[in-house]
């Protein structure tokens, strides 16, 4: 079973989706550890509720990375997701996990990376919206890509609307590209994710 280490700083739909999949056996992992940056994360409730372990360090913790590297390890964490983290990880951080971070992006990427995607797509009036579960480097929302999805833009969305829908989407991708990894289907090869076996 393979152990799965959660990065949050909000909410937490999307951990909430990835706890879900693992409860009812879509994805063959554990969410065995949360670890936020916002102590007032609801994502933390999320965690409890479950039963999950959950730890919140005040967003200017000095050595907040090597705290969160210490908590992965003592609970033996074979991949860590970052669900929401707004964070910009180090590369000292990704080396202990090569691999091994993956992120979600309300975005289908390399357009709009950064803050704010759904409404940056939203104003530049894309037709496709989407979003990208990717391995994470050391450049924001820049990985080797595993999955994306895409969303129509419809005549009548707002950018509320698409928000909505694009965040549905994640919850789809998100624990499937969990389930591919856990089943050590995912190979990068130059920087491109090849997925082997059917989809
Ligand atoms: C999602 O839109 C995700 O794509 C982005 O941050 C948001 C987190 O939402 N990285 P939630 O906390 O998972 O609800």
Redesign the pocket.
């Known amino acids: 079973m393979m152990r799965i280490g959660v990065l ?1 700083s ?6 909430q989706a990835i706890i879900d999949a693992c409860e009812d056996g879509r994805v063959p992992g554990k969410v065995v550890v949360v670890i936020s940056n916002n102590p007032d994360a609801y ?1 933390l409730t999320r965690a409890r509720n479950h039963k999950i372990p959950a730890f919140a360090f005040s967003p200017d913790t000095p050595d907040l990375e090597e705290q969160a590297i210490q908590k992965l390890k003592e609970f033996g964490v074979d991949l860590v997701c970052l ?2 983290f707004m964070k910009v990880l180090s590369g000292q951080f990704l080396s202990e996990f090569p691999q091994r971070v993956m ?4 975005a289908i990427l390399p357009a709009f990376r950064g803050l704010e995607a759904q409404r940056r797509a939203w104003e530049r009036g894309v037709k496709i919206a989407g ?1 990208t579960v990717h391995f994470v480097d050391e450049k924001v929302d820049h990985g080797p890509i595993i999955l994306q999805a895409a969303v129509p833009v419809l005549e009548s969305d707002t950018l509320e609307t698409l928000t909505e829908r694009i ?1 549905q989407e ?1 919850h789809r991708i998100y624990p499937e590209a969990i389930r591919l990894f856990a089943e050590n289907r995912l190979k990068v090869e130059e920087g491109k994710v090849k997925i082997q076996g059917a989809l």
Do not use: D, Q
């Open positions: 949050v909000g909410r937490g739909t999307n951990l994502a669900a929401g992120n979600i992006h309300p979003c965040l994640e």
